[in-house]
């Protein structure tokens, strides 16, 4: 699935085109384009997607009355009224090899719209079901991979640390990449993305660093399939009713 | 501050007002004003709360050519020209002793709805500054809570678990309100919540359940004095760095 074979999709998630995050998802398009891949990218905030799960995303409800999410997602689904931005999404979704989520690390997690873009894309009934998941996962043989940035330095981060330990800040967002049947990779963290309230040597020193950077995030690119995935756990170590074998 | 003296807020997440989360948001009400306290409520799908951090939210840009959300939010901070929304948000987090999370896990972690209420109410050079964090916060003093639902039953979570362990799903949130300064009392998590595909028999007794697990929250909020905050590292345990102290 290299070179040639491989199509990335790319889920980019900044409010500013000219950011950081806006560099590193044009130097993975580069360098995945110069391996012979194709790369295509949904772009959140400049498509407007609404990261808000509610009634009036769905035309033909199943309750009118009363409204529940996970029902009306089934409901959607099984009667092909889905959401046409979520129709998008998931299109994207099943004609990629590898999946990169490019976002900044906001709160200890990812930005409200991608959150959100979990809530309404992982559909109920769907994406999803009580047997396809994990292991047996829809998106099963894709690979995705998160690259996040954020503003303070390497030192400050890993357990115990002033700004937390990115496994778990990460978990939620791979673990839910892993229900839905992605192989995730190990994150790629660029540190010490800020560009203000530096001296002029300061402000030098940090360009070249991200530029360095930059160049990093491409060659590993090229090498993912000497990568193994994250380990999370799967139905083999689950009693039926979801406790951790011991 | 129990009793007369008490003021409770609570920012409520769900949208279906005739949902579980709002019969837990009910209870909560009901039992603190029982108790002599007073009890506000943001109903964030309600107002339609927009949980995505964009140019648009700011009139008076500091940098109206590229949007930094960081230095627009302080711009606006000290030019009391923040979006009149926040300013609701932030007075009623000001005018509490308690505050409340109320919200169904979706995707091991907040809706987008809540994680984008974190994202735009905790503004950079306001709610925080380098030094104006953690032990240190704008909200010292005051205590904060998370109420969540989840469908699944209790056996599925926990390390290893299929549904994941509730320390490391909630530790995102909870570690921001550390940053911000409140002390963050246990979570309340509601198992089991779902009322569809049952026989009359179950639903019966998953309703009764539920009524009885509202009590137990009622009661739970009377007895808030007896109860220890969550212990996260602070100032004491970092290096200048930010690294934790070995």
């Known amino acids: 699935m290299e070179g040639t074979q491989m199509h990335t999709h790319i889920v980019h998630v ?12 044009r130097a993975a398009k580069t360098s995945l384009e110069h391996l012979g ?33 996970l029902a009306e997602q089934r409901h959607a689904w099984k009667t092909q009224t ?49 047997r396809m998941r994990y292991g047996t996962g829809y998106f099963k043989g894709k690979r995705a991979i998160l690259s996040v940035t954020t503003g303070a330095p390497r030192a400050a981060f890993g357990p115990g640390s002033r700004g937390g330990d990115f496994e778990t800040m990460l978990w939620p967002v ?27 040597e300061e402000q030098s020193s940090l360009e070249a660093r991200l530029r360095e950077n930059l160049a990093v995030w491409a060659s590993q690119l090229s090498k993912l399939e000497d990568v193994d995935p994250l380990r999370f756990p799967d139905w083999p170590d689950w009693n039926e009713d979801g406790s951790a074998i011991r």
Do not use: C
Not at 174 to 200: E, M, R
């Open 82 to 130: 889905m959401p046409k931005d979520l129709v998008t999404e998931i299109g994207d979704l099943e004609r990629a090899d590898l999946v990169i989520l490019q976002f900044p690390l906001w709160w200890h997690g990812p930005p409200a719209i991608l959150k959100g873009w979990m809530d309404r894309v992982f559909v109920s009934g769907g994406i999803y079901t009580s």
């Open 37 to 69: 891949g194709t790369v295509t990218t949904s772009d959140l905030y400049g498509s407007g997607f609404d990261p808000v799960e509610r009634a009036r995303h769905y035309a033909d409800r199943v309750q009118p009355d009363r409204f529940a999410p």
């Open 14 to 25: 900044h409010p500013e085109p000219h950011s950081y995050n806006g560099a590193l998802t």
């Open 174 to 200: 791979q673990y839910s990449l892993h229900y839905v049947g992605f192989s995730v990779l190990p994150p790629f963290i660029s540190y010490g993305v800020q560009g203000h309230g530096y001296s002029y």
